[in-house]
């Protein structure tokens, strides 16, 4: 099949944390991709971590929003009429254990001020986010704030277990702490935003899927979104490349994902380019 042949490349990559947004890296592959002649449907992923609010909501409608939290106005998303509130915890915390000695206070203080919304869900994405207290502090600073009425579905981006479920790893153990302590619901980040946001139709409808992030590594395989729409692919029969900043997968677990290539680039100017070779493999 060749470019002319009708069919799109879906043009799928996450965001390149702390460097590039996943539009800008989806409209820096669709510039190389379309000078190669190909159609391309656009479609930035995210699996809970920074991100996730700017790729949903386009797709699911509703309005952008902010919160008070401490000293400053957080940004969230309402959408259902206000009766669901989209919250991003990389929004008060950091990926390194900084911030009020590695506290997860400001989480708890996020989820209690979205409350205030008047919204009956919580979706919260808890990627991208590594405080040292496992959730202790969210779950202390909920506490104090009387509770939380909503009911909350944590968007993991790693499967690793704690505090007793899986997936309870993401965002430092915050997830497993309010599955914990709130009864809060732990799905895949990346197969929720992916399913909103309709993948699995148009990855069948595509001639080749294009993932990408930041780094490829073990991570990749444990829930982030390149991994689980690589894999969907290939269950799906659909070729699948890939445009990174680094890798360090090795060959095994590139063969688990059945990637047709794997390119390296870091900047705009570059996945740019990445995108008019893979004009070519595709």
Do not use: Y
């Not at 790893?169 to 935003?193: I, M, Q, W």
Request: hydrophobic share 50%.
């Amino acid at each position: 099949m060749s470019a002319s042949s009708g069919a799109p490349l879906l043009v799928a990559p996450a965001p390149f944390v702390g460097t590039l947004r996943a539009p800008q890296v989806a409209a820096a592959l669709g510039r190389g991709l379309e000078a190669g002649g190909w159609q391309v449907d656009l479609c930035p992923l995210a699996d809970g971590g920074r991100g996730t609010i700017e790729v949903m909501l386009p797709a699911l409608g509703g309005d952008a929003a902010a919160v008070r939290v401490g000293e400053r106005d957080v940004g969230i998303a309402l959408i259902e009429d206000g009766g669901t509130a989209i919250v991003e915890l990389a929004a008060v915390l950091g990926d390194d254990g900084s911030g009020e000695a590695g506290s997860s206070a400001a989480a708890g203080e996020l989820l209690l001020a979205a409350a205030e919304t008047g919204a009956e869900v919580l979706l919260v994405g808890a990627g991208d986010v590594a405080p040292r207290d496992g959730g202790e502090g969210a779950v202390e600073a909920i506490a104090s704030g009387g509770g939380l009425r909503p009911r909350l579905v944590v968007l993991c981006d790693v499967r690793t277990p704690a505090h007793g479920v899986n997936w309870g790893a993401s965002g430092g153990g915050v997830a497993g702490a309010l599955a914990e302590a709130c009864d809060a619901r732990l799905e895949s980040g990346a197969s929720f935003v992916l399913d909103q946001l309709d993948g699995d139709a148009r990855m069948r409808a595509a001639h080749a899927v294009i993932v990408g992030e930041g780094r490829l590594d073990l991570q990749t395989l444990a829930g982030k979104a390149p991994g689980e729409l690589a894999t969907r692919a290939r269950q799906s029969g659909v070729p699948c490349f890939a445009v990174v900043g680094s890798r360090t997968l090795d060959a095994f677990g590139g063969r688990i994902l059945d990637l047709q290539a794997v390119l390296e680039a870091g900047d705009l100017d570059a996945i740019e380019a990445a995108g008019r070779e893979l004009a070519r493999l595709a």
